[in-house]
Nanobody, 115 residues
């Protein structure tokens, strides 16, 4: 069992930055692939960024070169650094831990981009 708690969301102006955190607890958390998803109002949930247990990363085209996913295995925490944010980045952001057929989710944190 893995528990995930996201934090760091809030209101940010276009062009600004925000850093989301996902604190993980449970057994062998560092073996899990970690994924940041987001869901905007009226839209399907989409994968934003992925980081494997070995540190390999992958990004959605819409956020590539603006967002950075990282993990601190000593702190069991995954981060999403969001730079140059746009209005369309407004969404609830969720952290997910995936290992084989197992997948756990956090409760989400709201990010609102507004001037």
């Amino acid at each position: 069992q893995v528990q995930l708690v996201e934090s760091g969301g809030g209101l940010v102006q276009p062009g600004g930055s925000l850093r989301l955190s996902c604190a993980a607890s449970g057994n062998d958390v560092n073996r899990y692939m970690m994924v940041w998803y987001r869901q905007a109002p009226g839209k399907q949930r989409e994968s934003v960024a992925v980081i494997t247990s070995s540190g390999t990363t992958n990004y959605a085209t819409s956020v590539k070169d603006r967002f950075t996913i990282s993990r601190d295995n000593a702190e069991n925490t995954v981060y999403l650094q969001m730079n140059k944010v746009k209005f369309e980045d407004t969404a609830v952001y969720y952290c997910s831990a995936r290992f084989g057929t197992l997948e756990y989710w956090g409760q989400g944190t709201q990010v609102t981009v507004s001037s």
